[in-house]
């Protein structure tokens, strides 16, 4: 008889990556399927391109780097999926592939692979696709009817046309915009849905909405055409990047403190680029800008254990 | 604070069992913290049950006795649960059964008397640190608030259950005697609130005013993990901090387990040393979990050769302890000691082998940890080699109860990484 040992704990909780993935990847099937249904095939043909490429990139640059398959931990196809979701539905193919290679190969595998990373690789090979392909990367069209007249997206159209989108339509997602940022409604489900299922740590998403709340209400009661705070929280990639990018355990503080030090930054960050920038939209720049200063909120809210405070 | 799988049944629910004739029985002469015992028999002695085999030496030490009548056949190391390899003393016991009679009545003696007796019935802390008792009723400091734990938050264990409700007076007698020497101002009893029949018991107990407590209270605490820790206890029920390296007498608390209490009581009124203890085996390896009163020192193996346990499932693990911070064993060749709260046996469906992964920085460890640690910087540091730097993230306030690596998704052995840390911090 081979008595097993090991240390204790004896007993551990049945939650993996591999299953936070995969709760992560559940939570954003409303989006996808709203993607899909705002924006037919070419939703659907974005989101497979960019997940099986970020899938193979992957494992590819494992086998190269000798190091395990990470196939089932699912890391990879979420950063795809994500990937997909904040690119304009007519992006290229090709783009989109190479955009994923980036994504998983500079964004992820040169620091090192899962864990390792100091900026959320799916916005990083937005990031990329933005500097690559700067026309294409503005170019967007109307959901259904998805003919080739260049749409602006609501953000665009408050920033520099004054015009203020109906928030029914914000809700719903049927505007032009990314992929998977269009539909409020399908965000707030996933939202709700990571939340509940203890995924994600409220901390980050709440903070994130309520700075948001907070900054575009003072600038709504000065001049109502910068936009209610439901319009801010509905419109481009605010609720997707609050529940999904800013929530991504690897990139975001691991103190408490630096959890709302984190959110609240995004939040600033983004209605500064949103009223006072040349861009119209800045979910994503503010993210990874934020991502950027996790080493340093970690390092200044180091907590003072129990039995310290007074 | 987690909450986490219990498995009590169906020993929780099970009245306990009784093995008191083991063939033989393997005392080791360190069960408690502080130095080793000093035997004071010699090979082919005779002993009584209950008589002194070896007495404390130094400060914090306890004094050890016979569980049984017999001859001491061994004096050498032999396997110990803890420290692998240690002295202990064997004897062969007889079948002869002494009796205990209630002999002395407590409100005749007086503190240091009290004390005295504890100190000599080899009373030490029988939740699992095993401090010696008498030292700890007698601490530099006054006590206002003495805090009786029945917690018994780690999975599987049902004896201290068991005991508060089979054993109701005894505990309470015990209390009335830490009452006694500590005068608090009052007296928290706190059980979890899936001990049900031991909270009606209690409260019964108090209500009859039959005991003499000063403002005695019953605390229903929700289950969860790590709630019978001490630190965690006191700032529960009194929502005072014992500080970083301090001790619940730094803030006027005592807490004391409730099996301790019997143990005094036992000493007290019926002059019996500390030498049987209530014992949970469980386990899904395990026909028949129970809880069963074993003389100390008897061989985990020896229950399965008088038939007193069964295996159903193949066995993989043997676990001295709960499962969230027992140790491992080798083999069934280990003795129970005095503090011995339960012997788990699992098969492979209980038995998680998952291998370790890269940490994803979630912070899951850091979420869960009743001390406000970051059990993740713990690791990297470990890994990195940067014992230097472990202080800064305050290694030294952990106490391992095992949060932080139950709830990991990548399956880090985080307190093994801690327990590395510790280690090679204090020998820089």
Known sequence: MELIDSVAPHQRSKISIHWAMRQVITALIPAILASIILFREKALFLILNCSLSCLLTEEIILRIRRKPSQVKNC????????????????TKWYAATLGSVFAIFIGKQVFGGLGQNIFNPALIGRAFLVAAYPKMMTTWISPFTLDAITKATPLALRKFDQILTPLKDLFIGTVPGSLGETSALALIIGGIYLLIRKVIDWRIPLTLLLTTVIISSIFYFIQPLNGSPLFHIF??????????????????????????????????LIMIIRYFSGLPEGVMYSIIFMNALVPLINRYTIPKPFGYER | MIRVEEYKLPQHDLPSEKFLHPKKVYLPLSQHIGKPSKELVSLGNLVDEGELIAKPEGKVSSSLHAPKKGKVVAIEYFPHPVLKRYKGITIECQEEEKKYFRTKDPSLLDKEKILQIIESA????????????????????????????????????????????????????????????????????????????AIKRFNSSISIKKYDLPSPQIVVLK????????????????????????????????????????????????????????VTFAGDSLFNPKNIWVKVGTLISELFEQGILQFKKELRKVILGGP????????????????????????????????????????????????????????????????????????????????????????????????????????R
């Open chain 1, 235 to 268: 419109s481009g990639g605010l609720l997707l990047g609050a529940f999904f990018m800013a929530t991504d355990p690897v990139t975001t503080p691991v103190t408490k403190k630096g959890r709302y030090i984190f959110g609240v930054g995004c939040g600033i």
């Open chain 1, 75 to 90: 890391s990879a196809v979420l950063t795809g999926i994500l990937l997909a979701l904040v690119l304009p539905p007519s």
């Open chain 2, 324 to 427: 969230m911070m027992g140790i491992a064993l080798d083999s069934l060749d280990y003795p129970i000691l005095k503090t011995t709260t339960g012997v788990l046996f699992l098969s492979q469906d209980r038995i998680d082998q998952e291998p370790e992964q890269e940490c994803i920085r979630c912070a899951r460890c850091v979420d869960v940890c009743p001390m406000g640690l970051l059990p993740l910087e713990f690791v990297k540091r470990v890994k990195r080699g940067e014992f230097e730097k472990l202080d800064e993230v305050f290694i030294k306030d952990c106490i391992e109860c095992g949060c932080c690596s139950w709830g990991c998704p990548a399956k880090i052995p985080i307190v093994h990484y801690i327990k590395v840390g510790k280690l090679y911090g204090t020998h």
């Open chain 2, 122 to 197: 080899g009373i030490v802390g029988m939740g699992g640190a095993g401090f010696p008792t008498h030292i700890k009723l007698n601490p530099p400091k006054k006590i206002d608030t003495l805090i009786i734990n029945g917690c018994e938050c780690e999975p599987y264990l049902a004896c201290d259950y068991r005991l508060m409700v089979e054993n109701t007076q005894g505990v309470f007698g015990g209390v009335e005697i830490i009452c006694k020497i500590l005068q608090p101002k009052r007296v928290f009893f706190c059980i979890e609130e899936n001990k049900p029949e």
């Open chain 2, 223 to 278: 289950s969860c993990y790590p709630q019978g820790g001490e630190k965690q206890l006191i700032y529960k029920v009194t929502k005072r901090k014992v500080p970083s390296g301090g001790l619940p007498f730094d803030v006027g608390c005592l807490v004391q387990n409730v099996a301790t209490c019997f143990s005094i009581y036992q000493a007290v009124y019926y002059s019996k040393p500390l030498i049987e203890r209530l």
